[in-house]
């Protein structure tokens, strides 16, 4: 952002728009070329239920990825997702099974106490001005450890009172698919359409010069990182409706994953530049790259391997392109 005036800045307004366009295009092409390949590779993958299974085991990535993104857009990182989602999956379990709360206000508890540990990231970040990445660490360990404090260490099972959020209604989709779909949209419209989105892209890009057009960054930033908690709590919702249970060491692993499809949708590592959509696309490759090499029978390691070798060259494209358009310092 080269102006002081938020309102005129061109790469505040309309850098998300284009990434949406150009890198969808391309995205969309890689997953075809994927589908295409591990369909030639298996007789069973190209099939309306192998897509439907996908379909309703990613929800809780979706959702996750959507609020990476906007994390990313403003310079940070949140590497305490998958901690946070065990720990408002927890949380609904002690309501429901211990208090013998009903499914709503369980459900709200958790998402809200997800939302409250975002909000404490990003203030301690803001308050401290201590890198994302050491706060939401130090978290990561401390939700995880809450999580085995409520539960025992042990899964707590609720039963059914939530799997009609997993169950397939029309056309063997679930409605967790169809609301992680739905915040995917809106998400997208908040981050284009609304002056919020373009206050986070310019934050991202230049936040000084934020703070010299008169808006103060920190409290935006504070609410990106509640929105990222509150999205973990809506996740936990339907990991625990597809289990019936909620599982202390649930999300183990899964930052990487969020924040793997996130960078493959070309969202930037520096901040300033990001798509919700693009995202979507990234989510759809990790998730069929994964069903892929489970088809055809790779072996743990061989996945690890090449999902990692993935996310090596998501990481070398964005690199690249952000030197072309002098982001990279």
Not at 244 to 272: C, H
């Amino acid at each position: 952002m080269k102006t002081s005036s938020l309102g005129t800045a061109p790469t505040a307004k309309r850098a998300p728009g284009r990434l949406a366009f150009g890198t969808c295009f391309g995205l969309a092409g890689a997953l075809l070329g994927m589908v295409a390949l591990f369909s030639l590779l298996s007789s069973h993958f190209l099939s309306y239920a192998t897509f439907s299974t996908l379909a309703n085991q990613i929800p809780d990535l979706m959702v996750l990825a959507v609020g990476m993104t906007f994390v990313l857009v403003i310079g940070g990182i949140d590497l305490s997702v998958g901690s946070v989602l065990a720990l408002a999956g927890s949380v609904v379990s002690v309501a429901m099974l211990g208090w013998g709360w009903s499914v709503l206000p369980a459900a709200l508890l958790g998402m809200g106490s997800a939302a409250l540990v975002g909000s404490l990231t990003g203030s301690i970040t803001v308050a401290w001005r201590i890198p994302s990445f050491i706060v939401s660490l130090g978290v990561l360990e401390m939700a995880r450890g809450a999580a085995y404090q409520l539960t025992d260490s042990r899964t707590a099972y609720v039963g059914d009172a939530l799997a009609w959020l997993s169950d397939p209604i029309a056309f063997g989709i679930s409605p967790s698919f169809l609301i992680a779909l739905a915040v995917i949209v809106l998400a997208q419209l908040v981050l284009v359409r609304t002056v919020f989105g373009r206050y986070l892209v310019a934050i991202g890009t230049n936040e000084e010069a934020v703070r010299l057009a008169g808006v103060d960054p920190r409290p935006y930033r504070i609410l990106v990182f509640a929105l990222m908690g509150l999205l973990a709590g809506l996740a936990a919702l339907f990991q625990v409706s597809r289990l019936e249970a909620a599982d202390p060491n649930a999300g183990s692993g899964l930052e990487l994953q969020v924040i793997a499809a996130v960078v493959i949708g070309g969202t930037s590592l520096m901040g300033g530049r990001g798509s919700v959509v693009s995202t979507f696309f990234g989510v759809l490759i990790i998730s069929v790259l994964a069903a892929g090499l489970a088809q055809i029978g790779a072996s743990e390691p061989t996945k690890r391997i090449i999902t990692g070798a993935v996310i090596v060259i998501a990481v070398i494209i964005d690199t690249y392109r952000s030197r072309r358009t002098g982001r990279w310092n």
